[in-house]
């Protein structure tokens, strides 16, 4: 057989490459395995001071939406049932334009390998007939007020050329959201309008009743759901004002556990395997009071942090960086594995596009659930509790539809914050209290030899919703055994994006 010169060429490039990248690794690895000392835990922890971020020497990605795609909310508790209803009730496609309605579907769902089939067939419905332009429809029929041209106004088209506008330059200036809040300060609540002209004006209560007492109700509002409470900012303007400038109550949310920053760890709660940690790392003995000082500092860092940075209570619950839990980080990945070769000559060779998830799920009590797996995730977020990992555990029960969760693993998290950077404190680095934070760690047991340890970053994505992305920082597996790092390639990892599943709740224990 003829050799290639151009393909020996790449295999030595290729070579000298693989070559370099193993002696850096192995330098890597030696520095990662002189970390500090590990913490006391009933499981063979990696040797890692807490202060050691194995990504500390990277610089952070640059974060883009090129990825995002609006998340989704799984508020069905039975998939199989609804997944069976919307097979029967939805009709094949037939023309190019529903090719590609469902193509898109598809495609935001992540199963590209049938997003692509779909695509094709829109593009030629029969195999004479071909329309070329079946993405334009689809954008004349979904987006086109995106691509209208803005028309000119009736009144500026029916001025005369020989006479002056009498609209004041006031009224066609647009306001900021922050003036438009406080032009709603003096309003108050106004009644509905009668049903029919004429009639009496119907009562309204709520608005006979004192601002105090107002304040109180959409108070307790609040620490029932804060999603409500900010809804009701749509019901009148007073209640948008109250709403937007009431720091009473965004103080009571953000010092709460249910929704604020008191149900965030700082620190590892549990063990790896959830079981209670034997010492702490600091020089009490007692639980309760390491519990106490804890809550202590997280409220002086909270204090700190709104006087410095965000200056206000409604500011700080929107920007600072928190946790979910009431719902599943979900990170979609593709990739193209070559299909299986034939002898036959062919013009083309076939390509397999495979989609695989990784699931996170957060708990308050400092542990989690994390899974890689093929299946889609309506068939996964309402079995990822931890009765349905404990039910399979060892393969048990595999004919539940909950038996996917035979895959996942046990972990723990705790976010980042300034006790992370005390070496840089130390060598002179100047690292705000605001900076010190955002970063997530989850450290995970596969059960045999192996830990896994995930840095993430928590990132927005989207205008709608915060805090609802985890972008990757590092990416390592753990050698009990051998007492050695190793680092994944986050070539091909996409970050998580949050999903809502209502089956969670609010994510109580």
Same mark, same amino acid.
């Given at each position: 057989m003829d050799v290639n010169p151009d393909l020996e060429s790449f295999r030595e490039q290729w070579r000298a490459e693989v070559r370099a990248r193993n002696s850096a690794a192995s330098g890597s690895q030696q520095q990662l395995t002189t970390s500090g000392p590990a913490e006391s835990s009933r499981e063979n922890a990696p040797r890692m001071s807490r202060t050691t971020h194995l990504s500390s020497g990277k610089p952070r990605l640059q974060d883009t939406d090129e990825d995002y795609v609006e998340a989704r909310t799984f508020d069905v508790p039975d998939p199989a049932q609804v997944a069976k209803q919307e097979d029967h009730g939805k009709k094949e496609p037939v023309t190019a334009l529903e090719h590609y309605e469902r193509a898109v579907e598809k495609e935001e769902q992540g199963s590209l390998g049938d997003s692509l089939h779909l695509y094709r067939r829109a593009f030629r419905t029969t195999i004479i007939q071909m329309d070329y332009k079946v993405d334009q429809k689809y954008k004349n029929k979904h987006f086109a007020a995106a691509w209208a041209k803005p028309a000119q106004s009736g009144k500026a088209a029916a001025t005369p050329a020989g006479q002056?506008?009498?609209?004041?330059?006031?009224?066609?200036?647009?306001l900021t959201f922050e003036e438009l809040i406080a032009s709603f300060a003096g309003l108050s609540i106004e009644p509905a309008q009668p049903y029919i002209k004429g009639m009496p004006q119907p009562s309204c209560p709520i608005?006979?009743?004192?601002?105090?007492?107002?304040?109180?109700?959409?108070?307790?509002?609040?620490?029932?759901?804060?999603?409500d409470f900010v809804r009701l900012s749509q019901v009148c303007k007073r209640f948008a004002w109250l709403v937007a400038t009431e720091d009473r109550i965004w103080r009571q949310i953000c010092l709460g556990r249910k929704f604020g920053f008191t149900g965030m760890h700082y620190d590892f709660a549990t063990t790896i395997n959830w079981n209670?940690?034997?010492?702490?790392?600091?020089?009490?003995?007692?639980?309760d009071e390491v519990a106490r000082c804890r809550k202590e500092d997280a409220y002086a860092s909270t204090i700190a942090l709104l006087n410095t940075t965000y200056h206000s209570w409604q500011r700080m619950f929107r920007r600072r960086p928190r946790t979910r839990f009431n719902g599943c980080y979900i990170s979609t990945i593709n990739y193209i594995r070559p299909g299986q070769q034939t002898n036959s000559l062919a013009w083309n060779s076939p390509v397999h596009i495979v989609t695989y998830y990784?699931?996170?799920?957060?708990?308050?009590?400092?542990?989690?659930?994390?899974?890689?797996?093929?299946?889609?995730?309506?068939?996964?977020?309402h079995h990822m509790t931890k009765e349905a990992l404990t039910l399979h555990k060892g393969g048990a029960m595999?004919?539940?539809?909950?038996?996917?969760?035979?895959? $996942?693993?046990?972990?723990?998290?705790?976010?980042? &914050?300034? =006790? /992370?950077?005390? $070496?840089?404190?130390?060598?002179?680095?100047?690292? &705000?209290? =605001? /900076?010190?934070?955002g970063d997530l760690f989850i450290e995970?047991?596969?059960?045999?030899?192996?830990?896994?340890?995930?840095?993430?970053?928590?990132r927005t994505a989207g205008k709608a919703s915060r805090n609802n992305k985890l972008m990757w920082r590092g990416f390592y597996s753990y050698n009990k055994s051998a007492d050695v790092w190793d680092e994944f390639s986050l070539k091909e990892i996409k970050p998580f994006f949050f999903s809502r599943v209502k089956s969670y709740g609010f994510g109580e224990l």
């Open positions: 002056e506008s009498t609209q004041s330059p006031t009224q066609t200036k647009s608005a006979d009743l004192p601002e105090e007492i107002v304040v109180h109700i959409l108070q307790d509002v609040a620490m029932i759901d804060v999603g209670p940690l034997v010492k702490d790392r600091t020089l009490l003995d007692d639980p990784r699931y996170l799920r957060l708990f308050r009590d400092g542990t989690a659930i994390t899974l890689c797996t093929v299946e889609q995730p309506a068939n996964v977020v595999p004919h539940l539809p909950s038996s996917v969760m035979q895959h $996942a693993l046990k972990a723990r998290w705790r976010l980042s &914050s300034a =006790a /992370d950077h005390t $070496a840089d404190l130390e060598e002179g680095k100047e690292v &705000s209290l =605001a /900076d010190s934070e995970s047991d596969r059960g045999d030899n192996y830990l896994y340890r995930m840095e993430l970053s928590l």
